[in-house]
């Protein structure tokens, strides 16, 4: 049940500034002194049949028609943007025999660039260097000459690159480049042939607006080898508590119980995150984001202490942050260049030379993560495709596919923005997509494991699965016996494994306000409904003081508001209930309650992820008024 609900921000000791807030309230909602059924909630979808992604006895996951009336009013398509029209001067290339990386200076580009037929310049790099620190770079080494033909040294991870005209009075192009130097495999690896891993992930992207958004994405993976795991459903709400799982197969919460408190520096080198399983079982590993401040392990996380894997980007993009000039896209709040390239080509370059370094020779694990696609925008999809797609076949030219398991994911869908106001917004933010290739070898040997991935794609799935999947990979052949599945989810199970048909969302562990498998139906507002949405308040400003956030934060004041309305730190939320209209009895878990709408602004004064979703600082209340608008 979807409800706009108007409320304002009230500050008791100080003068009253109204705020007008908008509440979405999307409800799950079961009336016990009714006893509604599933089967009295069944419905019909634009008066005509119901399409579902699952369609089980516990389960119907509804199918979204992608292009929906409702949809093409709040998409606008967004063109890509080059981030530079120059051509490169100096390109990167792997000598096959030295094994290492050689720079070369393309003539014509210099000629071009320099206005003159002379080839009198000079091109400089710097080293990034690590420091103590596993997440930021230490310095930039001393500027270093190099011509054409220039063999870089093997302690060489990551360079600034500078060319300049014969007197080095003027630019000619400025740049950067990362390397996966080429390291031996150890003498004693096993023969015997193990899949690698590479987990290709986009924030932000659900199954239905990679549809919308990226068709030719959406083509590519429909190719041979390709599963898609139409019934996966996100376990929390936003990037961290659904990628720790897929990780680690803990929660959190339960991390924080059962290891140490992820907030607290050197906690998070203490999880048993996947990476290390594989590095135990021979497999080389890698890691890489392509932004510093929303990077997984780094917003309001300390990060890690020691380097988490064998080959880790994070240094190299502290380095590019803050050293090459960003471009930002309009309304973004992540770098969308830096310096002459995309933010994402970083990582996907990294991805590409980790897989052809090494996936031919022995087995690999690596994840590499875009945040600034689509975080901010959900719209930005359809001005990537075209570089998704292109990733994609790069990696297909390569041969990589040959040898590799290759999961293309996200964590959610939209969270905010205005296709949030949509009816199918519930399902939008909950349904992310999950693809996993196997390669034709890998098929043919475990033809077993193939069925059970094709029954799997149109049952309920969730992150712990996916974990169970890692951890089956590299005991693929059974010879471990206490082999540790997800900790959160003891009736998860891989998913070359059949999952049970009928699977309720509690025995994937997917908590019951992200749950998508229920039918749904749009009520009317009445009295009822904003009795329910009186009391969501109620316990969301109960939330802010028993977190002793009252002399931080704002209380919320429901009112309801006829004619006019006035805009000041609009927030938006979705919040799932157990509501029995006889006796007026709510129950809600706030902290599962969802904001809808950029918040980073309003609620700077708190470090608590969480907290900072129902927190509006009563410093960053605005004064303007907006102009009334008649309704």
Not at 382 to 396: P, Y
Not at 424 to 442: K, T
Not at 515 to 535: F, P, S
């Amino acid at each position: 049940m979807t409800l706009k609900i108007k409320t304002f921000s009230s500050v008791s000791y100080k003068k009253c500034i109204l705020c007008i807030f908008i509440l979405f309230l999307l409800i799950v909602w079961y009336i016990t002194s009714f006893g509604v059924n599933d089967d009295e909630l069944t419905i019909k979808y634009n008066k005509s049949e119901k399409r579902f992604y699952v369609n089980s006895s516990k389960c119907q996951m509804v199918y979204v028609e992608p292009f929906n009336a409702e949809f093409t009013k709040v998409y606008t398509p967004k063109n890509f943007t080059r981030c530079s029209n120059q051509s490169d001067l100096v390109t990167v290339h792997f000598d096959s025999i030295l094994k290492q990386y050689v720079l070369h200076v393309d003539e014509q580009v210099l000629h071009k660039l320099s206005q003159s037929e002379s080839n009198d310049f000079a091109c400089f790099y710097q080293n990034i260097t690590h420091g103590q620190s596993a997440d930021r770079y230490d310095r930039l080494g001393n500027k270093t000459k190099f011509t054409h033909g220039y063999v870089v040294p093997l302690n060489v991870e990551g360079m600034l690159v500078e060319c300049r005209s014969a007197d080095e009075k003027r630019i000619l192009q400025e740049d950067a480049f990362s390397f996966v130097q080429y390291q031996k495999p150890p003498p004693n690896l096993e023969i015997d042939r193990k899949a690698s891993v590479i987990m290709y992930g986009i924030d932000t992207v659900s199954r239905t607006n990679l549809r919308r958004l990226m068709p030719m994405v959406f083509e590519f993976l429909k190719s041979p080898g390709w599963y898609e795991m139409m019934g996966y459903n996100k376990v929390a709400d936003n990037s961290y508590p659904n990628i720790f799982p897929i990780l680690t197969g803990y929660s959190p919460s339960s991390a924080e119980n059962q290891i140490c408190d992820t907030s607290q520096p050197g906690c998070l080198d203490e999880i048993p995150f996947i990476w290390k399983e594989m590095k135990k079982n021979g497999y080389l590993t890698a890691y890489a984001e392509d932004t510093v401040f929303s990077n997984t392990f780094n917003y309001v996380k300390p990060g890690f202490l020691s380097r988490p894997t064998d080959y880790y980007f994070r240094p190299l993009l502290d380095a590019l942050e803050k050293q090459t000039n960003k471009l930002y896209c309009p309304g973004c709040k992540m770098a969308y260049c830096l310096g002459r390239r995309l933010a994402n080509s970083y990582i996907f370059d990294y991805c590409r030379q980790f897989m052809q370094r090494f996936v031919a020779d022995r087995p690999i694990w690596g994840m590499f993560w875009s945040n600034h696609i689509s975080h901010d925008d959900f719209s930005m999809l359809s001005a990537m495709q075209h570089k998704i797609v292109g990733d994609l076949l790069n990696f297909e030219k390569d041969g990589s596919f040959e040898h590799t398991i290759m999961i293309f994911f996200s964590d959610h869908g939209s969270r905010f923005g205005p296709i949030m106001r949509t009816k199918e917004s519930f399902l939008e933010g909950r349904q992310p997509i999950m693809f996993i290739y196997l390669p034709p070898w890998f098929r043919e040997k475990y033809p077993q494991y193939v069925e059970a991935l094709a029954q799997n794609q149109n049952r309920l799935s969730s992150n712990f699965d996916v974990y169970n999947t890692l951890k089956h990979i590299i005991n693929i052949e059974g010879l471990v016996e206490d082999t540790k599945w997800s900790y959160d989810c003891p009736q998860c199970q891989s998913l070359f494994y059949p999952l049970p048909e009928s699977r309720s969302c509690s025995e994937a562990a997917i908590p019951e306000a992200y749950c998508t498998c229920h039918n749904y139906e749009e009520v009317q507002e009445d009295h009822g409904t904003w009795r329910m949405a009186e009391l969501v308040v109620d316990r969301i400003n109960q939330y802010l003081q028993y977190n002793n956030l009252q002399n931080l934060c704002s209380s919320l004041t429901l009112r309801v508001i006829n004619i006019t309305e006035v805009h000041q730190n609009l927030a938006e939320f979705f919040a799932t209930v157990l509501y029995d209209r006889r006796t007026e009895e709510l129950q809600i878990n706030v902290e599962l309650i969802n904001r809808i709408n950029i918040y980073r602004a309003d609620a700077e004064c708190v470090d608590d992820s969480t907290q900072k979703l129902f927190c509006i600082c009563l410093s960053k209340l605005r004064n303007n008024e907006s102009t009334p608008t008649i309704q």
